[in-house]
T-cell receptor, first 113, second 114 residues
Framework: QKEVEQNSGPLSVPEGAIASLNCTYS??????FFWYRQYSGKSPELIMF????GDKEDGRFTAQLNKASQYVSLLIRDSQPSDSATYLC?????????????FGTGTLLAVQP | GAGVSQSPSNKVTEKGKDVELRCDPI?????LYWYRQSLGQGLEFLIY????????KSGLPSDRFSAERTGGSVSTLTIQRTQQEDSAVYLC????????????FGPGTRLTVL
């Protein structure tokens, strides 16, 4: 079983719709969770991080964390073609002892104009 | 500097040769990480430096891989006797303090082993 799992996609949504990206992780002791966006041929850039159960909103982005279900998601409201990229979920599984991140393989999002 | 920098941006080498990849982290960041991303794959953790602590080398795939961080700043990832399966983008990241802190990535070095 992979430690961090994401659906590889592609996830196709029309412009203006809500895109929902999902991630599950295996280590119940994980404490911090990150979403990175990666455009083709570029390096990952941080979108959001979340440490506590519940929702965290930043502009058009909302991260949702449910530690009991070992599930973290990213919602993108009013999706734009410029949001088309691969979204990487990353989890710190060190229980606070290390900052090593385990990444999922990413979900490719395609926003159709 | 303003961000994490890496050099070279591209490296083509012949199988069996050694290569060195360089990373210059964001000024003031005490933690530095190396990852590898193969074509169409996610990021694979390689090694993590935090301050003066012993590095976490648990992700290095073989003893042909090694890394140093001199003076708590610049890091060099060395791959000896390169193999074709080493071809990938090697990404460096840095963060401010370590535990749980956000990692910022450099542009990467694309390594091609012929």
């Amino acid at each position: 079983q992979k430690e961090v799992e994401q659906n590889s996609g592609p996830l196709s949504v029309p412009e203006g719709a809500i895109a929902s990206l999902n991630c599950t992780y295996s280590d119940r002791g994980s404490q911090s969770f990150f979403w990175y966006r990666q455009y083709s041929g570029k390096s990952p850039e941080l979108i959001m991080f979340i440490y506590s159960n519940g929702d965290k909103e930043d502009g058009r982005f909302t991260a949702q964390l449910n530690k009991a279900s070992q599930y973290v998601s990213l919602l993108i409201r009013d999706s734009q073609p410029s949001d088309s990229a691969t979204y990487l979920c990353a989890v710190n599984m060190g229980g606070g002892a290390t900052n090593k991140l385990i990444f999922g393989t990413g979900t490719l999002l395609a926003v159709q104009p | 500097g303003a961000g994490v920098s890496q050099s070279p941006s591209n490296k083509v080498t012949e199988k069996g040769k050694d290569v060195e990849l360089r990373c210059d982290p964001i000024s003031g960041h005490t933690a530095l990480y190396w990852y590898r991303q193969s074509l169409g794959q996610g990021l694979e953790f390689l090694i993590y430096f935090q301050g003066n602590s012993a590095p976490d080398k648990s992700g290095l795939p073989s003893d042909r891989f090694s890394a140093e961080r001199t003076g708590g700043s610049v890091s060099t990832l060395t791959i000896q006797r390169t193999q074709q399966e080493d071809s990938a983008v090697y990404l460096c990241a840095s963060s401010f303090a370590g535990h749980g802190d956000t990692q910022y990535f450099g542009p990467g070095t694309r390594l091609t082993v012929l």
